[in-house]
């Protein structure tokens, strides 16, 4: 099982930092984990993915040069520190995982989903 946490209420220009923990016989040193949010009446977007296949790591634009994914292997968790949040980050954000250790971006990569948990940013 995934689970996400570190959703809350924030202003824009304000910081979180999600958590994405595994259990379960999830060992997250041998998957690609990825965050994704889904905005209110669109669809889900990949946010930005960490591969411990080949060390990749990488973001939708929107996010580049204000959020952070990092994984503490040890402690099976990934991270998401998002900064300087705009209100157009308001989502739900999901964690997913890839067995394959392969997606990282594309939803339909992923089939291992965390429940999500909700980012409001006020303006």
């Known amino acids: 099982q995934l689970q996400a946490s570190g959703g809350g209420l924030v202003q824009a220009g304000g910081s979180l930092r999600l958590s994405c923990s595994a259990s379960?016989?999830?060992?997250?040193?041998?998957?690609?984990v990825a965050w994704f949010r889904q905005a209110p009446g669109k669809g889900r977007e990949g946010v930005s993915c960490i591969r411990s296949s080949d060390a990749t790591i990488d973001y939708t634009d929107s996010v580049k040069g204000r959020f952070t994914i990092s994984s503490d292997y040890a402690k099976n968790t990934v991270y998401l520190q998002m900064n300087s949040l705009k209100p157009e980050d308001t989502a739900v954000y999901f964690c997913?995982?890839?067995?394959?250790?392969?997606?990282?971006?594309?939803?339909?990569?992923?089939?291992?989903w965390g429940q999500g948990t909700l980012v409001t940013v006020s303006s």
């Open positions: 379960g016989g999830f060992t997250f040193d041998r998957y690609a």
């Open positions: 997913a995982a890839d067995s394959y250790n392969l997606g990282c971006l594309v939803e339909a990569d992923f089939y291992h």
